[in-house]
């Protein structure tokens, strides 16, 4: 033990919060932060930083792993391969969602969830709950329950025919999350006209990957965003809309926030980075890698995604990490067919890339600061979800869960990352930053070139209340 009672001391940082940076020495005690300040007694064990960037591990509030799936669909990431991929890329808290399927019980799909979970994890993670079948039993019983024992979101679709609900539906789940205090998060895309346009590409025969994005034009998203709005509204509570994808949706994002209601928002790397040609030019398979929904739109849409995250329309920023396989028989060629838009799996991977991504072209780009990116990936995502201040922060009695940043030159590429995916849709791009090194509760899982596992180390996080600040309208 030194005599300082410190573990770790991690010097001369140049430690960015949401709200502020500035140099610090950061000291570690089980696992905790217990202090900042500059010349800082020195600890059991010391990490240079100097010169180097310290962010709050990333938390990543929307990704899916292990989510069960109708045959012969599954999953590529576990909680053990996803988690690791997850540190590996900078994300210390992952928060994925426990989905009930139509006839289950709320309870069951928690439990087999935390099955799945259990002694997996190399990060902390909490559940989101996904209600798919709001019967009275989970809407009297189950839901206002659970939000008790700490999940304290869920999501609703508004499309998917085994996952969506109806307006009415969609108003009582929204009761349950004002009564009880938790907050709900809203796919929404119209689904009744995305099956009608789909019933008229197949009559045409256009059939392949990049007719996906035909599909599921702007104003499916738009209509059922000005829906979920309306909705809100009408119960008095607020919603975070998730996955936004182009100007549509933002445009009533932006109308809401005016009106002075409580509209959050989330957006996602593949927004910013890929495009409706990232699914095919022509009709060749490969597109189906870039198939998720929303589609990505275009490179005008991406500036206006850009401009929100830079004004403060969005929220949070996450992955929506849903892992496929490309050439697999349960992921993108479903039965090992190349089969019809409609029975590809939609989702694409990114948890690693999500932060690396976003610093090096947000912040060292010119388009976003440090501050706001510290918000979006951390700070904001813990507050959302009740998770905060152990969590999203540098500061005393936080989790020591640090990102310590190299700067220099980065090409992604499918064979350095850690998922058990076999593509990545950024292959190729080269950033200028990675994490040099993540550190969960003090203790070093990543160091820029090797994993460190710690069999359960990730534990299981009851979430509180969100406590966002009442947003401002826009003048
Ligand atoms: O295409 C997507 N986004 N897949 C994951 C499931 C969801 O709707 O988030
Ligand atoms: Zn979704
Ligand atoms: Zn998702």
Redesign the pocket.
């Known amino acids: 033990m030194s005599e300082s009672g410190f573990d770790l001391v991690v010097r001369n940082a140049r430690v960015a919060t949401a709200s502020d940076c500035f140099d610090a020495d950061i000291a570690v005690r089980n696992g905790r932060i217990v202090s900042l300040g500059s010349g800082l007694a020195s600890g059991r064990r010391e990490i240079d930083a100097a010169g180097r960037v310290v962010t709050p591990g990333g938390v990543d509030a929307?990704c899916?792993l292990d989510q069960p799936m109708a045959p012969p669909l599954r999953m590529a990431d576990d909680f053990e391969s996803g988690t690791r991929s997850a540190a590996c890329g900078g994300t210390t808290t992952v928060i994925p969602f426990a989905a009930q399927a139509k006839g289950q019980s709320l309870r069951a799909a928690v439990a087999d969830y935390h099955h799945r979970a259990e002694g997996k994890a190399h990060v902390d993670y909490a559940f989101h709950l996904i209600v798919s079948d709001p019967t009275p039993e989970v809407l009297e019983n189950e839901l206002p329950a659970l939000i008790a024992e700490g999940y304290t979101s869920f999501?609703v679709?508004m499309?998917?025919d085994d996952l969506k609900l109806d307006d009415g539906q969609i108003l009582d789940v929204l009761s349950v999350a004002r009564e009880h205090g938790a907050l709900a998060m809203i796919?929404a895309e119209n689904a009744d006209c995305i099956e009608w346009l789909t019933k008229r590409l197949e009559a045409a025969g256009r059939t392949a990957p990049r007719f996906h994005a035909h599909s599921r034009p702007m104003l499916v998203e738009r209509e059922a965003t000005h829906r979920a709005i309306a909705l809100s509204e009408l119960v008095d509570v607020p919603i975070l809309i998730?996955?936004v994808s182009g100007r549509e949706a933002v445009e009533q994002i932006r109308w809401a926030r005016a009106h002075g209601l409580q509209v959050h928002a989330e957006t996602c790397p593949q927004y910013l980075f890929l495009t409706a040609e990232d699914l095919g030019i022509d009709d060749s398979y490969k597109g189906a890698r870039c198939?998720?929904?929303?589609p990505p739109r275009d490179k005008a849409n991406q500036q206006v995604i850009w401009d929100g995250l830079n004004d403060g329309l969005f929220t949070v920023f996450s992955s929506?990490h849903?892992p496929f396989r490309y050439d697999a028989p349960e992921g993108k060629k479903p039965g090992g067919e190349e089969v019809a838009f409609r029975h590809i799996?939609?989702?694409?991977p990114g948890l690693e890339t999500r932060l690396a991504l976003l610093y090096s072209e947000g912040v060292l780009g010119g388009r976003i600061t440090l501050e706001k990116f510290v918000e979006l990936t951390s700070t904001n995502p813990a507050k959302a979800y009740g998770l905060h201040p152990r969590k999203g922060t540098i500061a005393p009695g936080a989790d020591a869960d640090l990102v310590i940043w190299n700067e220099g030159e980065y090409a992604i590429d499918n064979d350095r990352l850690h998922h058990a995916v076999d593509y990545t849709p950024y292959q190729g791009m080269t950033l200028r930053a990675w994490p040099g090194m993540t550190l969960i509760g003090g203790d070093v899982v990543w160091d820029g070139q090797n994993f460190y596992p710690r069999q359960g180390r990730g534990r299981f996080l009851q979430c509180g209340r969100p406590t966002l600040r009442p947003m401002r309208s826009r003048p």
């Open positions: 929307h899916h999501k679709y499309t998917y796919h998730v996955h198939i998720c929904s929303p929506d849903a799996p939609n989702g694409i």
